[in-house]
């Protein structure tokens, strides 16, 4: 059960100085009469759950809003700031970079910023990657565009020589957008920041596009990635519909959890079948996958399927995984063997079949945001800049039920999100598609 102790963030030390957006606060304590950084959030979002602790209201876990405060640590004046990328793309880096940018200079007047190219390796000298003076003029339109201007790659690199990296351009505060590994990173940096008594903020700003980490309620860019995956589930559906025995079939991005091929399943609602990781499923025998959509391409003479990438992985046989530079296992090629499986049991069976494959993951993650989740970054990047100012250090910032708050980096990869095969998500999942409970 999550306490006190994880829920305590980390900071540089007292803040003694005058914030410039003070006067604009102490006009709002005057209207709302709170104090942002006073007023803690409860962590636990049901009675039965804060009933269980036995504790009086005011010994509840809690987790320290975000937002702006009155004084701050840093001295805008003379602070260095460091942004860097990492991980797989997704639909709002951009975003994310420009908001940390046109805050730190417009509202705080920091006038030093720069980013690290290609993920951590923008670090080490052996790679000779040269930094980018990040300004207003720089970033001003570059949410227009997908990707990162930054790059980014895969791996974690010697957090001593990130360090050495951080100390050598006098760099005061660090923004770290990516995952989970990447945060991992994060970790290992400020842990060589504190063996050598440096003062050096580290903040994430969390990054997955299959919306799979913690304690949040969505991450930035998955709106949009399931904005634009459901336009492959409809061509898709096009397809199955204008063919005899037409099969559309489309492989979309989730690891380990099948946040996208749920929510673009809903929306566009025209799937048949969405098979996700968390959901095992046998392709074999009576009731299995295989023979329940042979009995719907007989019945209704088309039909959809959706499968996340992690899905079915038990299935693939002579599989080697290996690792790829971030530590994360290969996956098998779901998509291709469901084609080849559902191809040859229709054909075994005799019924006349056209099975087209829809693979859209690089297309989706490489798109500009949307305006939801380019509204989502800016205000994130706020709120990374308002906790780096302040001192807090190894948190990330992230929206909990609609508040902006301050996780501590362990508590944030201390698990994954999963879709709950008994939750409410996946029960409506069932009903959309009509699909069996389980195949078996």
């Known amino acids: 059960m999550i306490g006190h102790e994880d829920l305590a963030v980390r900071t540089l030390g007292p803040c003694r100085i005058d914030s410039p957006l003070a006067e604009r606060l102490a006009a709002r304590e005057t209207t709302q009469h709170s104090v942002v950084e006073d007023d803690r959030i409860l962590f636990d979002d049901t009675l039965s759950m804060a009933g269980v602790r036995g504790v009086p209201v005011g010994q509840l876990p809690s ?29 709002g880096l951009n975003d994310v970079i ?6 730190l200079c417009r509202h ?19 790679y000779g990657e040269d930094v980018v003076d990040l300004s207003p003029e720089v970033v001003q339109h570059i949410d227009d565009e997908g990707g990162t201007i930054l790059g980014t790659s895969r791996g974690m690199q010697d957090p001593e020589e990130i360090v050495d990296a951080l100390e050598r351009l006098a760099i005061n505060i660090l923004f770290v957008i990516g995952g989970d590994g990447t945060i ?60 005899p025995g037409g099969v559309g079939l489309v492989k979309l991005m989730g690891r380990h959890s099948g946040f996208i091929a749920c929510y673009s399943t809903l929306a566009k609602d025209d799937a048949d079948y969405v098979l996700i990781p968390e959901v095992p499923f046998a392709l074999q025998g009576e009731g299995g996958f295989l023979e329940h959509l042979r009995r719907r391409v007989e019945d209704r003479g088309h039909a959809v399927v959706v499968v996340a990438e992690g899905a079915g ?24 063997l469901m084609r080849r ?34 509204a989502y970054c800016l205000r994130l990047a706020h709120a990374a800049v308002h906790a780096a100012m302040a001192g807090r250090t190894e948190v990330i910032v992230a929206r909990r039920r ?7 980096m362990a508590l944030a990869v201390s698990r994954r999100n999963h879709v709950d095969p008994l939750g409410d998500l996946w029960m409506s999942v069932l009903e959309a598609t009509g699909q069996p409970v389980r195949f078996e």
């Open 184 to 243: 991992r990173g994060a970790m290992e940096v400020v842990r060589v920041i504190g063996e050598r008594g440096l003062k050096i903020a580290v903040v994430g700003v969390p990054k997955t596009i299959d919306n799979d980490i913690p304690y949040i309620d969505q991450s930035f860019g998955f709106q949009t990635a399931m904005s634009e995956a459901t336009k492959s589930i409809h061509a898709a559906s096009v397809e199955a519909r204008s063919a």
């Open 108 to 126: 705080y007047g920091v006038r030093r910023i720069v980013g690290f190219r290609n993920g951590y390796r923008g670090f080490i000298p052996h």
């Open 313 to 336: 992985q038990e299935h693939i046989e002579e599989h080697e995984p290996g690792r790829d530079a971030s530590g994360n296992v290969r996956l098998g090629d779901i998509g291709r």
């Open 402 to 408: 609609r508040r902006f708050v301050h996780i501590p």
């Open 98 to 103: 420009r908001g940390l940018v046109l805050e």
């Open 341 to 374: 499986l559902i191809t040859e049991h229709l054909d075994d069976a005799k019924v006349e079949n056209n099975v087209r494959y829809f693979d859209p993951s690089y297309a989706i993650r490489s798109v500009p945001a949307n305006p939801y989740d380019s």
């Open 63 to 91: 987790l320290e809003p975000g937002g702006p405060r009155q004084r701050i640590y840093f001295d805008p004046a003379k602070t260095r700031v460091g942004i860097v990328t990492c991980g797989g793309l997704c639909p």
